[in-house]
């Protein structure tokens, strides 16, 4: 199964314990590990009342469990479930929206200006294009194509 094949059915998975648990699966980040060395599987969730240690500890085990009986991550490797933290990462521009006005820092696959890295408050989301305002009032748009990373920042 290819990594991106992969991540897709851990996300599957994944999303419906976290719906059995009340949660809500905000990304996975999925590193195959090279040459059949430990691969790394972090799981963030989150929640309207916020996600204690005991709920990251009983999604762990519980989704540990079935992954192992649908054995679709190849050698051996490691879980990790948190909360997305203070600096967020995203991973889809609809999770932006409910952070309009707050700073963001976002790093591009492709360097624009002569830089790849920009930092400032979201502005808006519209559909998969986001609008982010520096302190000095400068205005950027990015295609949500172009972004390798965007976090809040704290």
Partial sequence: MMNQETKAKISELARTNCRIMGLELWGVEYFHGPGGKKSIVRIYIDSDQGVTIDQCAELSRNLSIVLDVEDIIPGTYTLEVS???LNRKF???????????????????EA??????????????????IIVRSDSD?????DWDEIDKANLAG
């Fill in 83 to 85: 909360s997305p933290g």
């Fill in 91 to 109: 991973f889809s521009p609809s999770q932006l929206k409910g952070f309009t006005g707050q700073r963001v820092r976002i790093s591009l696959k």
């Fill in 112 to 129: 624009r200006y002569g830089r790849k890295n920009f930092s400032g408050a979201i502005h808006g989301v519209d559909g998969e294009n």
């Fill in 138 to 142: 400068e205005e950027w748009s990015f």
